[in-house]
């Protein structure tokens, strides 16, 4: 069984542009969460996302947006960006919702904002 | 109250010796203490995780051993080898209103020297 998957492994964009990043989860995962890990420090929550609705936000600013889709896939949209998003961006993907379950992280998209 | 705080930074280990790894938490609303190993521009792979109705688990050379009332947890590494070295993280989960948020710690740079 294929694992997390995510697109695009590397980007590069200009300040004030805008990105999308994708994620697969595993199959039969519908659960699928969204963090940034910033070089040398571990991964900070941005979103949760469990049958195409939001269950949790973190303590990111309205330019983060996020979208899960019928097949359980998801987006992760960032508007104006600023040199400090650069990071790590990692999805996991979960059996449910709720109750702690094992989360499976996806090897992550390289965002570099010049 | 969130934060899940980390020891060592970064450590070094003969091979073949026991590496340890500290985590501690404030919210005891966690319930649910997974640790992930991190190799460089990967995602974290989840390693063993523990609830904590139990004081230790172990899964071959990984042991993680929990102290509720302390409200510490750890990883202990036997027979540490070369390919062991990588970045470990901590985590808890819990207690979110349905939401699944990991906290991770701040990560340790494991080094096992041949």
């Known amino acids: 069984d294929a694992g997390v998957t995510q697109s695009p492994t590397h980007l590069i964009k200009t300040r004030g542009q805008q990105v999308t990043l994708r994620c697969s989860p595993i199959?039969?995962?519908?659960?699928v969460s969204w963090y940034q890990q910033v070089l040398g420090q571990g991964p900070q929550f941005i979103f949760q996302?469990?049958?195409?609705?939001?269950?949790g936000r973190g303590n990111f600013p309205d330019r983060f947006s996020a979208r899960q889709f019928p097949n359980y896939s998801s987006e992760l949209n960032v508007n104006a960006l600023l040199l400090g998003d650069s990071a790590l961006y990692l999805c996991?993907?979960?059996?449910?919702?709720?109750?702690?379950?094992?989360?499976?992280f996806g090897q992550g998209t390289r965002l570099t904002v010049v | 109250q969130q934060q899940v705080k980390q020891s060592p930074q970064s450590l070094i280990v003969q091979k073949g010796g026991i590496s340890i790894i500290n985590c501690a938490y404030e919210?005891?609303?966690?319930?649910?203490f997974p640790w992930y190993q991190q190799f460089p521009g990967k995602g974290p792979a989840l390693l063993i995780a523990?609830?904590?109705?139990?004081s230790e688990k172990k899964e071959g050379r990984f042991t993680i051993s929990f102290n509720k009332s302390a409200k510490q947890f750890s990883l202990h590494i036997m027979d540490s080898q070369p390919g062991d070295s990588a970045t470990y993280f901590c985590?808890?989960?819990?207690?979110?209103?349905?939401?699944?948020?990991?906290?991770f710690g701040q990560g340790t740079r494991l080094t096992i020297n041949p």
């Open positions: 996991a993907s979960s059996l449910a919702e709720g109750v702690p379950t094992e989360a499976f």
């Open positions: 199959s039969g995962h519908k659960s």
């Open positions: 996302y469990y049958e195409k609705e939001e269950r």
């Open positions: 919210n005891t609303a966690f319930d649910y």
């Open positions: 523990i609830r904590p109705d139990v």
């Open positions: 985590a808890a989960s819990g207690g979110f209103q349905g939401a699944q948020k990991l906290v």
